[in-house]
Structure formats: C-alpha cells, structure tokens
C-alpha cells in the first residue's frame, strides 16, 4: 500500500496541472474586454442582478460598467440586450451627470428588462406623494427613456414599516401606491400613452434590507421604474 502512494499524488499533480493549464489557454482565448466584463462579477459588493435583486450603486453594477466597453462587433446581442444595455446606458449617465447620491439610487437588469430604483427621500417629500425637485428631474428622465425606445413600464411604489402615511393616507399600502400612481400621472401628463404603462404598490411586503438596521428606513422606502419589452407585460415581469 505505501509502494503505490506516490501514484496517488502524482494522479492529483497531473490533474492539477491540466486544469492550470486549460485555465491558461482560456484566459489566452479570451479578450481584454471580456475580462474587463467577466472580473465586474467578482467585484467585492457586486450584486447578482435580477429584477427581483436590491439595487446596486451605480459604481459597483458590473452590467452597467460593462455597458462603456461594449463592442457589438464582437458580442453578438438580441433587440431586447440592445435595447437593455442602451436603457442602462442612458439611465446611468442620468445619474452621473446629475450628481444624484449612490445610497438614493441603482440600476439593475437582467434579460427581461431594466429596473431603475429610487428612494422615496430623493423623489418625494417626507411623508407625502408630493415631488422634490430632484424627483420631477429624474422623472424626466423615465418620460425620455420612454420615447427613445418605446418599451413599457411598471412603476413599484414601496413604503417602510415605520411609515403610517399619516395624515393623508389610511396606511403605507396607501402612500406606496399613491407615490406610484403620482410618478404615473407625471409620466402621462407628458405624453406617454397610458397603455403603456401600469403601476402596483407594495408597501412594507418587499423590503431591502432588514428594518432593524439603521438606514432601513431610508433604503426601504423607494420607487422602482421596471422598463421592459411589450411581449413580457403580463406574463413574465413578476409583479
């Protein structure tokens, strides 16, 4: 038994070293700008991203890094990648460029479409369905997504559990749904057909983070802009 040990460990040498070496030749295969794309997934505080996933801030949102290093030419994409990764692509340089702070605001996508999230204390002010300037800026900025690339839309109205809605709404259910609808009337009263567009209110059902934690507030209460395709309105969007 102690004669043939060494086969043993030179069986897992000869594995290790194959696998080193397959390693080697795809990390030859592959380009620069792969890599660039492929090494945002292992970022510390990238998030999977799904429309059902907590927002990340824009810094850390390996999809909309990647979005900048595009190259059609060499990545073969769908009309509906095209059109998510040019929505992200405009809804990120909205944010940047308008200064808005990353703890209010994300951006997350997956192949059904792209979900915009914005904090209730960024779009509206405390307690009330009532726009803050900052909110009517960024709702400008969905009206113009909206006409560019003519997808539809689900506006998701959120509410912390440490909001009553006081005194204007019975609960949060009704604050939620009455921030929702307000963002879907502004969109309206600019144009966009109706038909496009649906809203729904959770109030505290779907939390981001705990509400024990110190900012749950804050990060709880929020809005979020689903654009997506036509052919997925009511059967895949998961409202």
């Known amino acids: 038994m102690a004669g043939g040990s060494w086969k043993v460990a030179y ?29 945002g997934y292992f970022t510390p505080g990238a998030t999977a991203m799904t429309n059902n996933a907590s927002p990340v801030t824009i810094g850390n949102n390996p999809i909309v890094q990647y979005v900048d ?10 009309e509906v990648e095209q059109s998510n990764y040019a929505i992200a692509q405009a809804l990120k340089q909205f944010l940047l460029a308008d200064s808005v702070p990353s703890a ?35 709702l400008e ?26 005194p204007h709404y019975p609960s949060n259910w009704e604050l939620s749904a009455g921030r929702a609808n307000a963002a879907v009337r502004f969109i309206i009263g600019k144009g966009v057909s109706p038909n496009l567009i649906r809203s729904v209110a959770y109030a ?14 804050a990060q709880n209460s929020r809005v979020e802009f689903n654009f997506h395709r036509p052919e997925v309105m009511s059967t895949v969007v998961g409202y």
Request: without cysteine; hydrophobic residues 45%; aromatic residues 8%.
């Open 104 to 138: 209010s605001s994300g951006i997350t996508t997956d192949g059904i479409g792209v979900m915009l999230h914005l904090t209730s204390n960024l779009m509206f002010e405390p307690g009330t369905a009532n726009f803050t300037a900052e909110g009517q800026r960024a």
């Open 69 to 78: 290093k595009l190259d059609q030419r060499e990545f073969k994409l769908n």
């Open 11 to 39: 069986a897992d040498f000869m594995t290790a070293m194959m696998a080193f070496f397959l390693l080697m030749w795809l990390l030859n295969a592959t380009t620069e700008e792969q890599k660039k794309g492929l090494a």
């Open 204 to 217: 505290d059902t779907r939390p981001r983070v705990p509400s024990n934690l110190p900012d749950a507030a």
């Open 141 to 166: 900025e969905v009206v113009a997504v909206m006409f560019k690339y003519k997808v539809y839309l689900v506006v998701r109205g959120h509410a912390d559990s440490s909001e009553t809605g006081a």
